[in-house]
């Protein structure tokens, strides 16, 4: 600052300078009002902005306004709108925050039906570590079609044929009711499964027929007694429609594992307050632990009374991982009672379309590729890979990213955020606000309004199958029949500039039968699974006193 402005500032602060250039706007916009008619609009502006300045000194909420009154106002609506100028005009089209432009726009393109091819090559560093790719073949194959499936629960009265790529679980509540009916309606048209969340069934669930994967969470929402514990007539009940094809337990989720929640009674509305069959207007709790179950043995027997309830339908859980020892806990009581679980559905930490505390997103939960490996892995080891049908969700939107999850071990993929963005959504990140400028994930029946049901749904539908479609290419140029074929040897990862490795020599893998022949290959089986039992998920006290030493 020159030193003569320091001097002036000394004595008429200039930071107050905008606030008095108002104020001497308003003294001569009022003159001219006097003497000319039309200036009297711009007397209601500066006065306005005179009297926002007087209230921004005298409020003690925030200093900068204290401090600079009425120009301060612009630091927070930059701060608002920074998220959409980075967006659109500063962030790379490979930039993940957390999905790139490039993989938004593959999904709008599919959804619209537009070309999605790119000119011109790749735009990703391909030396660059982490670069990965997978092995075509010199004599491809030809494929029918592309509604690729995987049966699940081949041993249940009721098994289901899923496609192996699905709606992910997101709640009615956290979701609009038009967009519940356009993913509903987009899965009808395409034959293919839309996981309900944790909210239960809604009426915009069942409007369209498509068919459902009715999670079953903490909560017990749909089939809850007034204290919030399990009911098992309410359960049958919906279980028994023929609109649910599985029926999933939910242990955690990615996007806060460990973490239970609260939705406020503001935002209990009468038509969610029926879905979950809890009181309007009151606080919904769901806790982070489940009451009808304490221990591994008993959740096994839990899945053997909800598949007696739902007529012998395919009953599983999700997950995802955390302490090591707990999943070995469940695996042992798999083992232990001879009760399997259907399927298993392992959520990565990257998932997210649930609001969640920042440590819980960015520090919380084993992603997706360590989760999966080891429950994979596990079930290999004792021989039940092949009886246990394996899920998986964690940023999962396009072919490729199906083909790499199926090399790790998954049969078939969800998609939550995938099919928010076939739906519209422009990752404004406002889900939790109430304020989604596209409709998708609020309440508010106006901002609904802009979600045109019959418009998405076809978005959703094309979205998949032009997905799916994409996945067909890639299994014919590696010269395979089905994506479960997919194997690690077909996905190559680039280590560093100058080392390539196949993902079955750069991850563990266990060998068929391992752990019930006594060997313990790896760290991670070493170290926890002497600590797991059947019968607590609690660590064998013992060795934790061993665990916690170290």
């Known amino acids: 600052m020159l030193p003569w402005l320091r001097k002036v500032d000394d004595y008429f602060p200039l930071r107050y300078l905008s606030w008095w250039l108002c104020g001497l706007g308003a003294v001569l916009s009022a003159v001219g009002t006097w003497y000319f008619w ?84 790749t735009q990703k560093d391909v030396g660059a570590a982490g670069y990965e790719w997978i092995n075509h073949s ?93 009911d098992p007539e309410k359960f049958a009940l919906n279980a028994r429609d023929p609109q649910v094809k599985l029926i999933e337990i939910k242990l955690s989720q990615g996007a806060k594992p460990g973490h239970g929640g609260v939705l406020p009674g503001a935002k209990v509305t009468p038509e969610i307050a029926l879905t979950r069959g809890v009181p309007a207007g009151e606080d919904c709790n769901s806790p982070a632990a489940h009451s009808a179950f304490t221990t591994p043995v008993e959740l096994m027997q839990f899945i053997v009374e909800l598949r007696r309830l739902s007529g012998d339908k395919p009953v599983g859980f999700k997950l995802c991982i955390g302490h090591p020892w707990e999943w070995f806990a469940l695996a042992k009581a798999m083992q232990e009672t001879g009760i399997l679980p259907d399927f298993i559905v392992v959520d990565g930490a990257e998932g997210g379309t649930g609001a969640a505390p920042l440590e819980f997103t960015d520090h919380v939960g084993a992603p997706l590729q360590e989760g999966l490996l080891l429950v994979h892995n596990t079930l290999e080891g004792l021989g039940l890979r092949e009886r246990v049908r394996i899920g998986c969700a964690g940023k999962v939107v396009s072919a490729f990213d199906i083909a790499r999850a199926m090399a790790l071990g998954a049969d078939w993929c969800n998609s939550a955020r995938g099919f928010m963005f076939a739906l519209g959504c422009i990752q404004a990140q406002a889900c939790h606000t109430g304020r989604c400028p596209t409709g998708v994930t609020t309440q508010d029946p106006l901002r609904q309004q802009a979600l045109v049901v019959p418009d998405k749904a076809e978005r959703v539908y094309r979205f998949h199958r032009n997905t799916l479609h994409a996945l067909q290419e890639l299994v014919q140029a590696a010269g395979l029949l089905h994506p479960g074929e997919i194997s690690a040897n077909h996905i190559v990862h680039r280590v560093s500039p ?53």
């Open 38 to 121: 039309p200036a009297w609009p711009w007397f209601i502006v500066f006065m306005g902005l005179s009297l926002q300045g007087f209230r921004d000194v005298r409020q003690t909420r925030r200093a900068v306004l204290r401090n600079y009154p009425v120009i301060g106002h612009l630091r927070f609506l930059l701060e608002y709108i920074r998220p959409e100028m980075r967006q659109y005009f500063i962030e790379s089209d490979n930039e993940a925050t957390p999905f790139s432009r490039q993989q938004r726009s593959l999904v709008y393109q599919r959804a619209k039906g537009d070309p999605d091819k790119r000119p011109f090559g």
């Open 138 to 230: 010199i004599q491809p194959t030809q494929l029918p079609g592309h509604d690729f499936r995987v049966t699940i629960g081949g041993e249940r009265a009721q098994p289901y044929s899923a496609s192996v790529f699905n709606i992910s679980a997101m709640s009615f509540g956290a979701l609009s009711a038009n967009a519940i009916l356009a993913l509903n309606a987009g899965a009808k048209a395409g034959g293919f499964a839309h996981d309900t969340g944790e909210g239960s069934i809604s009426p915009y669930h069942r409007e369209h027929g498509g068919d459902l994967i009715w999670e079953i969470g903490s909560g017990y929402f749909g089939c809850r007694t007034p204290a919030g514990r399990f």
């Open 498 to 550: 100058h080392e390539v490795r196949l993902l079955t020599n750069l991850l563990p893998f266990v060998r068929p039968g391992a752990l019930l022949e006594g060997e313990l290959p790896g760290a991670v089986f070493k170290t926890y699974w002497p600590m797991a039992s059947a019968h607590s998920f609690e660590p064998v006290r013992a060795l934790r006193r061993g665990f916690l030493a170290v």
